[in-house]
T-cell receptor
Framework: DSGVTQTPKHLITATGQRVTLRCSPR?????VYWYQQSLDQGLQFLIQ???????AKGNILERFSAQQFPDLHSELNLSSLELGDSALYFC??????????????FGPGTRLTVL | GDSVTQMEGPVTLSEEAFLTINCTYT??????LFWYVQYPGEGLQLLLK?????DKGSNKGFEATYRKETTSFHLEKGSVQVSDSAVYFC?????????????FGTGTKLQVIP
């Protein structure tokens, strides 16, 4: 158990809908990262927050958005869902910002299925 | 842009065989390099890392050396076990314009048979 929790574990929805994925980082971690893992695109970094502020942006679509709240939990919002958004979405957390000296710990993931 | 290239899987080995999973990268600056492991049904776990050229990361019998001259970070283990069966990801992290970028390879599935 990494100490990072993600809810829900599974989510099934229809095209065009909007969903919210939630992540609680390990106690004491200030950074939260979001990743998308799919069969065709592999593991893609989406976005990183540190202490409530956006710190890095990867291949995140405009239909997707995220935020980190004062209690440090984070939410990833996916809207206008398409079939291709079906994937495993991982959250990770670390104490600081840079990965060179801050290990990131991954949650178990949320499996999103868009029908 | 940055990229990470890993050897295609799956790799199937007998127990106690020698393992090499190749990883090469392209980056504009001086990245940190990582190997992550993903066991079935779980999230990724950091296996080892190296933050500068010629550094060797090691953990649980796995090793990888940061080779700047060949832009490589190959993963090796002298004697694999069935419990090493998993997907292995090579990754790099680099600062660019005040932002940190993280790039992963496509992953290499390892299956170790008794």
């Amino acid at each position: 158990d990494s100490g990072v929790t993600q809810t829900p574990k599974h989510l099934i929805t229809a095209t065009g809908q909007r969903v919210t994925l939630r992540c609680s980082p390990r106690s004491g971690d200030l950074s939260v990262y979001w990743y998308q893992q799919s069969l065709d695109q592999g593991l893609q970094f989406l976005i990183q927050y540190y202490n409530g502020e956006e710190r890095a942006k990867g291949n995140i679509l405009e239909r997707f958005s995220a935020q980190q709240f004062p209690d440090l939990h984070s939410e990833l919002n996916l809207s206008s869902l398409e079939l291709g958004d079906s994937a495993l979405y991982f959250c990770a957390s670390s104490v600081g910002v840079g990965l060179a000296y801050n290990e990131q710990f991954f949650g178990p993931g949320t499996r999103l299925t868009v029908l | 842009g940055d990229s990470v290239t890993q050897m295609e899987g799956p790799v199937t080995l007998s127990e106690e065989a020698f393992l090499t999973i190749n990883c090469t990268y392209t980056a504009t600056g001086y990245p940190s390099l990582f190997w992550y492991v993903q066991y079935p049904g779980e999230g990724l776990q950091l296996l080892l890392k190296a933050t500068k050229a010629d550094d060797k990361g090691s953990n649980k019998g796995f090793e990888a050396t940061y080779r700047k001259e060949t832009t490589s970070f190959h993963l090796e283990k002298g004697s694999v076990q069935v419990s090493d069966s998993a997907v292995y990801f090579c990754a790099l992290s680099e600062r660019s314009g005040g932002y940190q970028k993280v790039t992963f390879g496509t992953g290499t599935k390892l299956q170790v048979i008794p």
